[in-house]
């Protein structure tokens, strides 16, 4: 034995590949549940209504800062799945398990707005503001989020008031007020001039002296006849947040697919046979395998899920035009739909895809089940 070889017999083996790193990879692969909201995950008082169009014509001191979202490619778009990102980052549903904004601790929720812009940051390359969040068109413009309509936080260097003196603002700035709803879908992004006389004012019960109405923070919310003078994008508010899958499924549906503690394949596997013939995304699989490889669960399921006649296409190979050849939703990368299908003669009128000269189409509830054929990888072996 050279003297490397007795060096290294002198010391005694530690289990060194069981340490932090096992332990932290059996930690974030723990499966947890969570029961259903009880509460609605925000208020939308009377006074706070958006309703589908704009309620007055561009603000003057707006217009630049308007016409940049309205113009810049693809902002609507954009802007939404910036929204819907910001609040999948805080479920963070494969080591959570959670699929609900009021499933969050309160340190959490109170976050959400720093993620809302944080993600509108990187998605629009917004340079930083000489005061405040951004510059955008020439003009500093704050970000503010609020899961209530009406919601919005005004701090006071926002806005000119003689009364501040050194914490005034060095103008009456612009604010982009956001908000979601993801029990409804909706959501709404808004651009309105900030000054005091908007802001609310209370009235001292023992005096019947005005004032102004502070919390805590020495922050401010729009008063209610405030809502008139905002200039709502795109039209006012949106229904197309996209769609929370997992929250919007009947709870029966749900228990169903959480019902394998011991198995994430098993949890995906019944999730395609709940979700049939709509986009699952990659971070509703994510979710509901709590693992590391959840994606590859997805990718099981096609072969575990065949012989009940399902089709579990992606968006690669021949699986898009399978997609598109029966008219369903198109996957792109990170989304997979489902759909159960068999075999039909020339007669049929149902739309169809072909392998090995057989058509399938999409089952009929009261058609039997057959096995689903195996796609071919390459567009030159299938036809319809």
């Not at 005091?196 to 109405?213: I, N, S």
């Not at 596997?269 to 979710?287: A, D, G, K, M, W």
Request: aromatic share 8%; hydrophobic share 40%.
């Amino acid at each position: 034995m050279n003297q490397d070889t007795l060096a290294l017999e002198d010391h005694p083996k530690t289990p060194t590949q069981d340490s932090r790193a096992r332990a932290i990879r059996r930690r974030r692969n723990l499966f947890r549940t969570h029961a259903a909201p009880r509460a609605p995950m925000g208020k939308a008082p009377a006074a706070w209504t958006i309703h589908s169009g704009r309620s007055l014509s561009v603000p003057r001191p707006l217009t630049e800062i308007i016409e940049w979202f309205e113009t810049a490619p693809d902002a609507r778009e954009r802007f939404r799945w910036a929204l819907r990102d910001s609040l999948d980052e805080l479920l963070d549903g494969q080591r959570t398990g959670r699929w609900a904004y009021q499933q969050l601790s309160k340190t959490e929720k109170t976050y959400l707005g720093t993620a809302v812009e944080v993600n509108l940051t990187k998605e629009f390359d917004f340079a930083d503001g000489d005061d405040l969040d951004w510059r955008i068109a020439g003009r500093d413009v704050d970000c503010k989020f609020s899961k209530d309509l009406g919601g919005w936080e005004i701090p006071m260097e926002m806005y000119r008031c003689a009364d501040h003196e050194g914490r005034q603002g060095k103008a009456d700035h612009a604010a982009l007020l956001t908000w979601l709803n993801d029990d409804t879908s909706r959501w709404a992004a808004g651009l309105i001039t900030i000054t005091d006389d908007l802001l609310r004012w209370r009235t001292d019960k023992m005096t019947g002296e005005v004032g102004r109405a502070y919390n805590r923070d020495n922050k401010r919310r729009l008063a209610d006849a405030s809502a008139a003078s905002i200039y709502w994008l795109w039209g006012g508010r949106q229904n197309d947040l996209p769609r929370n899958l997992l929250l919007h499924l009947s709870t029966p549906a749900r228990d169903r697919i959480f019902s394998f503690p011991r198995s994430g394949q098993a949890r995906v596997n019944q999730l395609f046979r709940e979700v049939q013939e709509s986009i699952v995304s990659r971070q509703t699989v994510l979710t509901v395998a709590q693992q590391d490889d959840a994606p590859k669960r997805a990718r099981d399921a096609r072969l575990n899920l065949r012989d009940e006649g399902l089709l579990v296409l992606g968006h690669q190979e021949s699986h898009p035009h399978v997609a598109k050849a029966l008219r369903l939703p198109v996957p792109v990368k990170g989304e997979w739909i489902a759909t159960r299908v068999v075999p039909v003669e020339a007669t049929d009128s149902r739309p169809f895809f072909s392998v090995a000269e057989q058509r399938w189409a999409r089952a009929q509830p009261d058609e039997p089940v057959v096995a689903a054929p195996k796609l071919p990888q390459r567009l030159d072996a299938f036809w319809t």
